[in-house]
């Protein structure tokens, strides 16, 4: 997992019949650093213009920064929405891990006071993607795995499902690699088609409640994003990357 910086160009892939969009175009910065001792850390933004069939356009606003234990013991989140310039929501709050049990207590403070616990198994952001980058190095086709990242107000627990395709071996696509994974030699690393479905089953929902295809690369860097939201989608291409420097572990 290589700490980086990684700016995406998102824009409108398929509007489906009912969905009401007709325009997309926004970026998106993604931000991640930490070690297995230092802890992980996370920021991502997510500014898009959407325009409807009415020709009204809304300008969103999305930013999220989460803390991540190395041990996976304890997990901050603070996150935002804004549309046309006004804030929407914002949810702030902890989830630790019992010592002895594993059972994981969240505790809210915006968008109001709460506690609750979390039931099974659960993963936290980083964990699934250090989990996932171990299946898929082993050869593993199908991930399971019930995730909290804080996100729908802090009040949701994500069944998801991986999907991971056959590893790409360096150089196995290096002519068709954007231009800065070329200059970040990206294509010398293995690498793997990566498609996450997001349920809410608690809910009853048996299709996902949105749908991540990406190309996963052995230090942690994504990019060919394919987001769906199920009405519409949005492509994510790869516009800007660099490595940050971070202490190493003693």
């Known amino acids: 997992m290589a700490p980086h910086r990684a700016v995406y160009e998102m824009s409108l892939g398929e509007a489906r019949s009912g969905s009401g969009v007709t325009a997309y175009d926004g970026r998106m910065v993604f931000e991640f650093t930490g070690s297995a001792c230092r802890g992980y850390s996370l920021n991502t933004r997510l500014v898009s213009?959407?325009?409807?069939?009415?020709?009204?356009?809304?300008?969103?606003?999305?930013?999220?920064?989460?803390?991540?234990?190395?041990?996976?013991?304890?997990?901050?989140f603070?996150?935002?929405?804004?549309?046309?310039?006004?804030?929407d929501e914002a949810t702030i709050g902890r989830a630790s891990r019992g010592r002895s049990d594993g059972a994981i207590t969240v505790r809210l403070t915006q968008p109001e006071s709460e506690e609750f616990s979390l039931s099974g198994p659960v993963l936290f952001p980083t964990q699934h993607s250090i989990a996932l980058i171990e299946r898929a190095a082993s050869g593993q086709s199908v991930f399971q795995a019930k995730v909290y990242d804080g996100t729908e107000k802090g009040q949701r627990v994500f069944d998801t499902t991986a999907f991971i395709g056959s590893m790409v071996k360096p150089g196995g696509d290096a002519d068709r690699l954007e231009k800065v994974a070329q200059d970040e030699k990206l294509g010398e690393l293995p690498s793997w088609p990566i498609s996450i479905g997001y349920f809410d089953l608690a809910a009853g929902d048996l299709t996902p409640s949105y749908q991540i295809?990406?190309?996963?690369?052995?230090?942690?860097?994504?990019?060919?994003?394919?987001?769906?939201?199920?009405?519409?989608?949005?492509?994510?291409?790869?516009?800007?990357?660099?490595?940050?420097?971070?202490?190493?572990?003693?």
């Open 78 to 87: 603070h996150s935002s929405q804004r549309l046309n310039h006004r804030l």
């Open 213 to 250: 295809d990406f190309r996963l690369y052995e230090n942690g860097v994504s990019r060919d994003l394919l987001i769906d939201y199920g009405e519409y989608t949005v492509e994510g291409k790869l516009s800007s990357l660099e490595y940050l420097k971070e202490k190493k572990c003693k």
């Open 49 to 76: 213009q959407i325009t409807d069939t009415q020709g009204e356009t809304i300008l969103a606003d999305v930013w999220s920064s989460t803390g991540e234990a190395g041990d996976g013991k304890s997990f901050r």
